[in-house]
């Protein structure tokens, strides 16, 4: 009897152990790649080929894959303590976009390709904003970028890894610096006010001298111009007004004035009327001796 459940046991076991064995070989043996993923395949521990996506076949305990993705990786890179080149001390920090694009570099040139990258992006952020100063890194901050960009673009070709874009965020200054930038400002500012001021001030009396010019050129136009100065004033009714009045419009009772005032002529006095002769005195002749 024990024979025969012997044999009952063994033919009901190997069927399981067989099913077992064949769902590991092949767990081991199929492998699915999503869209972004790529399988570096290596024989022996040798470079065999680079596959995916999608289903992957190779040999159990011979073949083995490390999987690659594909998509664009990003990185914060932490606040980093430096010198501008005008001796200005700060902490910049900067996210770090960058993707594979040579599976087989990325694995065997390099470790580690994502803390390799970001270390090397830390390095390269401190050397390149050292070399500049701080108003070059608060004005051309897009200039930077691109130059980082392309600087660690060059150094991470090897490895296959294209870094698409570095973005620097933040610029940290120290408190007596923000002051001191605060006056700097104010003081642009005031600079630009006093210069738009004399501008302002200049134009205004380029454009009075001309208007002068207009006006002395044509008598007539001064006088229009007092009227439309009196128009003016006369629309508040509470103003007392002073108008000047032209020396043309007086001038001709002026010059009437002078000729009544002048010195009147001299009247000769008249002749006496002649003497008749019945009317003559008689001379008296004294006696001759």
Do not use: C
Not at 114 to 132: I, W
């Amino acid at each position: 009897m024990s024979d025969i459940l012997h044999d009952v046991a063994a033919n009901f076991i190997m069927p399981i152990v067989v099913l077992v064995i064949l769902v590991i070989l092949i767990k081991a043996s199929v492998k699915i790649l999503r869209q972004y993923e790529r399988a570096v395949i290596f024989t022996f521990g040798r470079f065999q080929y680079v596959k995916g996506p999608g289903l992957v076949f190779i040999i159990p305990f011979v073949q083995e894959i490390v999987r690659v993705d594909l998509r664009i990786h990003v990185v914060e890179i932490p606040a980093q303590d430096l010198i501008s080149r005008d001796n200005v001390s700060m902490k910049v920090d900067a996210i770090l976009y960058f993707n594979v694009i040579d599976p087989e570099h990325a694995i065997i040139k390099v470790e580690s390709f994502v803390p390799a990258t970001m270390m090397l992006a830390q390095t390269t952020l401190r050397a390149v904003l050292g070399q500049h100063t701080l108003d070059e890194m608060l004005s051309d901050r897009k200039k930077l970028s691109d130059d980082l960009q392309e600087i660690l673009d060059t150094q991470t070709n090897t490895w296959g890894i294209k870094v698409s874009n570095v973005e620097i965020r933040t610029i940290e200054l120290t408190d007596d610096m923000i002051r001191a930038i605060a006056k700097q400002a104010e003081a642009e500012r005031d600079r630009r006010a006093k210069i738009i001021h004399a501008e302002a001030e200049f134009q205004a009396s380029q454009t009075l001298v001309n208007a002068a010019q207009i006006l002395s050129s044509i008598p007539a136009a001064m006088q229009l111009r007092y009227l439309q100065t009196l128009t003016e004033i006369g629309a508040e009714k509470n103003s007392t007004v002073i108008f000047p009045m032209p020396i043309d419009l007086v001038k001709p009772f002026l010059e009437l004035m002078e000729k009544n005032t002048a010195t009147p002529p001299v009247i000769a006095p008249k002749a006496a009327p002649p003497i008749a002769e019945s009317e003559a005195m008689p001379v008296q002749v004294p006696p001759m001796e």
